[in-house]
């Protein structure tokens, strides 16, 4: 079994082709893995490189284009660096914000505690003083029938 060559020729041959079902599986993974007249992508393709060629010129592609290469994860490693700063940015904004709230939250308690206590004095004071203006009353009209 030779695979690669430099005259893009593909020599594969397998010795037993009795069994159709296993040459078709031998074939399809020498066509999917490992032929040398199988069009390939770059490896660095997820970097931004979009060369197509033969498998048997992968090699002098990478050797090639090692620059444009390193060029290429290098603006890509820039970019997420980039993308995590943003991110980083905006996580700091959010705990802030989370901060602010919480403390927004604790004030908001305080006040609403502040406001229960309020109201249940004012309650208190409103007892008395009907309380005070009854026994005025009771007073006066004591007064009042007992000095006639």
Do not use: P
């Amino acid at each position: 079994n030779k695979n690669k060559n430099k005259n893009n020729n593909c020599k594969w041959q397998h010795k037993d082709m009795k069994n159709e079902k296993h040459l078709e599986l031998l074939v399809n993974d020498h066509l999917e893995h490992s032929c040398c007249l199988q069009m390939v992508k770059c490896w660095f393709e997820s970097f931004g490189c979009n060369h197509k060629c033969l498998r048997s010129a992968i090699d002098d592609h990478l050797t090639s284009n090692m620059k444009l290469h390193f060029d290429l994860v290098i603006k890509s490693f820039d970019a997420l660096q980039q993308t995590i700063r943003q991110y980083k940015e905006e996580i700091n904004k959010l705990n802030l914000e989370n901060e602010t709230l919480k403390v927004e939250l604790q004030l908001k308690s305080k006040k609403d505690e502040e406001i229960s206590y309020l109201k249940q004095r004012l309650g208190q004071y409103q007892k008395d003083n009907t309380k005070l203006i009854s026994d005025q009353v009771y007073l006066y009209l004591y007064l009042y029938f007992h000095l006639i």
